[in-house]
């Protein structure tokens, strides 16, 4: 038997679903995104399918631009690997009615592993700012970005804030007890912290009865505590509001005490996006004479 193990980039819209896992969520009546891709993979009839491993995990509501997967593929004896652009096609037909979408596949060594051989991850955070009301979103952005009523936030003074995150930091402060407790170890090495208004500033499609802002917050580190980003933004935000210094955050990142988190709430899941996972080149190369041996140009029926 021949199994091949692909790397699959895909995006989706996590509202719908109980995060990227499986069993994601309590909620029994939402399927978790691998649950859903894993079904369509398996319509392809392989012979087997195994080690679908995801490069990090979303929270339900939490979106992806860009997540991958490693999965193995197995076929029978007479008929070859599939082909990633055939595999593209193929899995995407599956997924016409959900909010998942394959955008590319490569061949990649059967050592190779999404979670282990990521060397960066992106997240992007979207705000709408000066929206009155979640009730009152654009439908376009409904359960797409975080929606405060203030037009105007302290940007230079978020900034400032956002600058003291930026290198090999103890982010204990800012960790999930319940879920972070066993991990002892809570240092991370953040490489940047950006927040700018996209040139589209409005994003929306629709004419709506007020005026509102983009604003985007992007962070990029090869691994983060659970739900750390979120808890940064809330963070940023109240920096934004005035009701927390620069100097109250630098405090808060040096007590590395969660409980000066009380006071601040993480902002929602339905803002936060995984823009990119980055891996080195090296790592995803298989020997060219075997790849082209092995692959197919068509879809074996």
Request: proline content about 4%.
């Amino acid at each position: 038997m021949l199994k091949v193990r692909y790397l699959i980039f895909f995006q989706y819209i996590g509202t719908n679903y109980s995060g990227l896992a499986r069993n994601g969520s309590k909620d029994s009546s939402k399927q978790g995104v691998l649950d859903v891709l894993q079904e369509a993979i398996q319509k392809l009839t392989p012979l087997q399918i195994q080690n679908l491993t995801s490069s990090c995990q979303t929270d339900a509501g939490v979106h992806a631009l860009t997540n991958t997967v490693h999965v193995d593929v197995e076929r029978r004896p007479h008929q070859r690997p599939f082909h990633p652009d055939t595999l593209v096609k193929a899995i995407n037909k599956g997924l016409r009615s959900t909010d998942i979408r394959i955008i590319k596949a490569r061949r990649v060594p059967d050592t190779f592993h999404a979670r282990h051989c990521a060397t960066r991850r992106d997240y992007l955070y979207r705000l709408a700012l000066g929206c009155p009301s979640e009730d009152q979103m654009p439908v376009v952005e409904r359960d797409r970005c975080f929606g405060i009523q203030e037009f105007d936030l302290d940007i230079a003074k978020m900034q400032e804030a956002a600058g003291l995150f930026i290198g090999l930091k103890d982010f204990a402060t800012f960790r999930n007890l319940r879920h972070d407790f066993k991990d002892l170890y809570t240092e991370r090495e953040m490489y940047s912290v950006s927040i700018y208004h996209p040139a589209n500033h409005h994003g929306s499609l629709l004419w709506h009865p007020y005026d509102y802002r983009i604003l985007h917050i992007e962070f990029s580190a090869r691994s983060y505590l659970y739900r750390q980003i979120r808890r940064l933004v809330g963070v940023l935000v109240d920096v934004g509001r005035g009701r927390l210094t620069p100097e109250d955050v630098d405090a808060m990142l040096q007590s590395k005490d969660n409980t000066n988190m009380r006071e601040t709430r993480p902002a929602p899941a339905s803002g936060l996006y995984l823009k990119d996972v980055i891996y080195d080149e090296k790592d995803l190369c298989v020997e060219e004479k075997k790849r082209i041996e092995d692959e197919e140009v068509g879809l074996d029926r």
